[in-house]
């Protein structure tokens, strides 16, 4: 049951409304529309003649929608009358409008009507009969009909709404896949075509009936093929002169049957009869449905060039061969030659021209050469030392094996196999190498650590065969650091700083790698620490000019014992917050960098480092402050064209987040204010003027400054340093030549250090 109230009559009453459903079957439902006097003030109570109320259903009721009740005394809740109204349920559940109404013409008269929806069930259905009498027929590879006859019964709700047709498939061999449906169709539909099928494949299908009620039962199909794929691949082995294992990989198919053929000297092709299995005389072979790798055996193999080919073959509607049967395209094994003498093997190892190490193993190996395709049975490796003594070593099925030779020099070596055939092959070529000792090396200098610059490698070889070349290279912290490639007759190497200078109290890997005359190779490593002495420690003297730019005049210290000369100086600019930039380098004594933007009224520092001829540095940090009153300007690249702001310099800040808006519908008719996102970007503008007594020159100066530059670094007298761009205005009485008044607009940029 579901309630509504109306509106409330003098603070005493209201009319409400009661609606349910008081019966109901498949197709139809009663409707309860309950009259109700409720009060509101329980101090009040109503008497009244000549009461009268009213319910209606979607604005429609089966009898009297006005009911009248004469004379009425209220003092508490009365349900005067219930209204009952037929309705006729649809296929899905219905909404219904309940509406009643009361009216007391005297005490605390008036009419108050109320409303409420009531939800009737939709007609409850059974379950649909399935379609009866389906068949399933192929078209083509891409296409299958399916037909039936209708079955529905209306008269028992089992009416058809919907049919549906759904298939599964494999593909290329494989397992099936699941059920999907294809389409559905209108309830008087009679048959469908599906379509869009591919090669290679087994479908199944089926067609069931729906309804509200549920699905009906599916009615399936067997399976339907449609043409198989050719096999994989054919491959043939011979096993004797006469007979050949012939294998058919047809696992990209629904197999049902395989077809063999075979030519002989490429003539024509002829169907295969018995074997193992035994072949029909149309070239099946018995028993293999489902089977996808199949290795039949030709025991009668005819001599010569044999080739076999291969296809499938699969009835389209399962394994009914009294029906269509579908074929794949041949497909053609390799070329087998019956019982020949094998062609001359390729040797792998050793190498021509290749070196090997005496007294240690080494692999002879090599790769047969059988036209006929038959494993090899049996090899000789004949063998001529450097005393040209010739041994052969004889081998079975192994296509390599390990020798160890036992004295230096030359050797040749050549390979034969036999196959099925009686004969040994052909030898092949001979390989030519030699068997030696590696080349015996050491490094003799730098003896310990590395002290001065430049410093010499050194090192002695012996190696009977001679030495072709040499490489010494030299590693720091893993990272190789310096390479040189020498002739045989090289025993030491001088490097100077400008080749290769190490970093001071890095560790060196100083390695020797040696190629003799043989062909082999070996290297040696010794570790050397870098020591360098260091400089003296430099000063330095800051000063700032007329353009508020820092002067820094660099001083070499005097080096004492142990120390190095000073052979140059560097000046970084280091600010409040760490970072650092370079200001000058490769200074000599008493030489002057200048920083033309350092900041004003803040404390900061200038780091001075001096360099020795090693590399080796000290550094020295400088305190360094710029007063000034006013704000500064410079222009171009190197900031080094300046403009002083003058008298009544003045500064505005101006910093602007950007952001977007957006109007979202409420949906509820109000004008809603927008709703803002920040962007993640900032604009920041700084607004400058000065103003000058009358100076020609300087008027000039300002103008050609704002022609010529569109950036510009400032720098204010609070510490604030900011790379912009300038649009400026300068202005001045002309008649009077007072003052010269300058103003610019600053938007701020991404930081830029100058060019020095």
């Known amino acids: 049951m579901v309630e509504g109230a109306g509106n409330i009559i003098g603070g005493g009453w209201r009319c409400c409304v009661q609606a349910d459903i008081v019966s109901q079957n498949a197709t139809q439902a009663v409707i309860g529309v309950h009259i109700i006097y409720r009060r509101t003030d329980p101090s009040r109570w109503v008497a009244s003649d000549a009461v009268s109320g009213g319910a209606w259903v979607n604005g429609v009721s089966t009898s009297t929608n006005t009911v009248n009740f004469g004379y009425r005394s209220f003092n508490g809740d009365v349900d005067l009358h219930t209204q009952q109204v037929t309705v006729t349920k649809q296929e899905s559940a219905q909404t219904f409008s309940c509406r009643a109404f009361l009216n007391i013409p005297y ?49 028992a709700r089992k009416y058809w709404k919907q049919i549906y047709a759904d298939q599964c498939v494999g593909l290329n061999g494989g397992t099936q896949g699941a059920w999907g449906l294809v389409k559905a169709l209108n309830w008087d539909a009679l048959n469908y075509s599906y379509t869009g099928l591919k090669a290679n494949a087994r479908y199944q299908f089926r067609v069931a009936a729906q309804n509200p009620g549920g699905v009906s039962d599916h009615v399936y199909s067997g399976y339907i093929y449609t043409t198989p794929a050719a096999p994989v691949a054919v491959n043939a082995v011979k096993l004797s002169e006469q007979s050949v294992r012939v294998t058919v990989d047809a696992s990209k198919s629904y197999v049902h049957g395989i077809r063999l053929r075979r030519r002989v000297n490429g003539g024509e092709w002829a169907d295969i009869t018995g074997g193992t299995p035994g072949a029909t005389a149309e070239g099946w072979l018995p028993d293999i449905n489902g089977i996808q790798n199949v290795t039949w055996t030709d025991t009668a193999a005819p001599a010569g060039q044999v080739q076999y080919a291969a296809l499938v073959g699969r009835p389209v509607y399962g394994d009914d061969n009294s029906k269509t049967t579908l074929f794949s395209d041949w497909t053609y094994s390799n070329t087998i030659q019956t019982a020949v003498a094998p062609s001359a093997p390729t040797i792998l190892n050793p190498t021509q021209n290749g070196a090997y190490v005496v007294n240690q193993p080494m692999t002879v190996a090599w790769k047969p050469n059988h036209p006929d395709g038959s494993a090899q049975s049996a090899a000789q490796v004949e063998v001529t030392d450097p005393s040209d003594v010739t041994v052969i070593e004889e081998q079975t099925t192994n296509t390599s094996y390990q020798r160890t030779p036992k004295s230096c020099g030359s050797y040749r070596i050549r390979v034969r196999t036999k196959g099925i055939h009686a004969d040994w092959g052909a030898w092949s070529n001979y390989v030519t190498f030699t068997v030696a000792e590696y080349p015996n090396i050491s490094i003799n200098e730098p003896s310990g650590t590395i002290t001065a610059t430049p410093f010499t490698v050194a090192w002695t070889v012996a190696d009977d065969t001679g030495v072709s070349s040499q490489t010494l290279i030299i590693q720091s912290d893993g990272v190789e650091k310096y390479r040189k490639t020498m002739d045989g007759s090289t025993r030491s190497l001088r490097i100077g700083a400008s080749q290769y200078l190490p970093n001071n109290n890095s560790t060196l890997t100083i390695t020797l790698v040696v190629r003799g005359g043989s062909g082999l190779e070996s290297s040696t490593s010794v570790v050397r620490d870098v ?40 000046v970084i600019r280091v600010m409040p917050d760490g970072s650092e930039v370079l200001i000058a380098s490769n200074l000599l004594d008493q030489q002057l960098a200048v920083d033309p933007i350092p900041p004003l009224n803040t404390d900061f520092h200038y780091r001075v480092v001096a360099y020795s001829a090693m590399g080796t540095t000290i550094a020295r940090m400088v305190d360094a402050r710029i007063e000034s009153g006013f704000g500064v300007l410079n222009f171009g690249s190197d900031a080094g064209q300046t403009l002083l702001l003058g008298y009544n310099n003045t500064v505005s800040h101006k910093r602007s987040h950007s952001t977007s808006e957006f109007h979202f519908a409420r949906g509820d008719g109000v004008n809603a204010l927008p709703s803002s996102y920040e962007l993640d970007q900032l604009d920041s503008t700084v607004s400058v003027t000065g103003v000058w007594e009358w100076d020609q020159a300087l008027w000039l100066r300002i103008l050609s400054l704002a022609d010529e530059y569109p950036y510009a670094w400032y720098r204010e007298p609070s510490g604030l340093r900011v790379y912009v761009k300038a649009e400026q205005s300068v202005s001045v009485d002309i008649a009077d030549r007072k003052n010269i008044t300058y103003s610019a607009d600053l938007t701020q940029l991404t930081w830029e250090e100058p060019i020095l």
């Open 107 to 155: 005490g605390l008269p008036g009419r108050s009507e109320a409303h409420v929806n009531l939800t009737v069930p939709g007609i409850t259905y059974a379950k649909p009969n399935p379609p009866k009498n389906v068949s399933w027929t192929r078209v083509n590879d891409s296409s299958v009909k399916a037909a039936w006859q209708s079955n529905y019964d209306n008269a």
């Open 531 to 570: 020591d360098w002495p260091g400089p003296a420690e430099p000063m330095a003297a800051i000063e700032s000019n007329n353009d508020y730019a820092a002067l820094v005049i660099v001083s070499f210290g005097v080096p004492e014992e142990g120390q190095s000369e000073t052979v140059s100086a560097s």
